[in-house]
Nanobody, 132 residues
Framework: QVQLVESGGGLVQAGGSLRLSCAASGLSFGLYAMGWFRQAAQAAERDREF???????????HYTDSAKGRFTISRDNAERTVYLQMDSLKPEDTAVYYC??????????????????????WGRGTQVTVSS
């Protein structure tokens, strides 16, 4: 059974930084592409927004435009963990951040996925609140 557990969220002032972690278990982690999504408080689940993705190899990454230059996604396959380093945070980054996993065998090891419907497994999320 796949389990994804996010941590590292919290309250931070605008301009500050947070590092989110997602610990995975119950899967062959190196065979999974990983992503981070976020959902604002008043948003429906269908409006969960893509933030960043990393390929199963870790060599390829992709970001939503608002995250480029501020957020960095990375993974440690030995530790079965994916990270999201968030710098220069803004109040509009306030949301629950979710980690997601999608098996990526029989495909290019650098393939990336930025659609929430591409992902099969999700964590429960961690709250990030950025005050102005």
């Amino acid at each position: 059974q796949v389990q994804l557990v996010e941590s590292g969220g919290g309250l931070v002032q605008a301009g500050g930084s947070l590092r989110l972690s997602c610990a995975a278990s119950g899967l062959s982690f190196g065979l999974y592409a990983m992503g981070w999504f976020r959902q604002a408080a008043q948003a429906a689940e269908r409006d969960r927004e893509f933030v960043a993705a990393v390929s199963r190899s870790g060599d390829a990454t992709h970001y939503t435009d608002s995250a480029k230059g501020r957020f960095t996604i990375s993974r440690d396959n030995a530790e079965r963990t994916v990270y999201l380093q968030m710098d220069s945070l803004k109040p509009e980054d306030t949301a629950v951040y979710y980690c997601a996993a999608r098996i990526a065998v029989n495909t290019n090891s650098d393939r990336l996925y930025d659609n929430r419907y591409d992902y099969n497994d999700w964590g429960r999320g961690t709250q990030v609140t950025v005050s102005s």
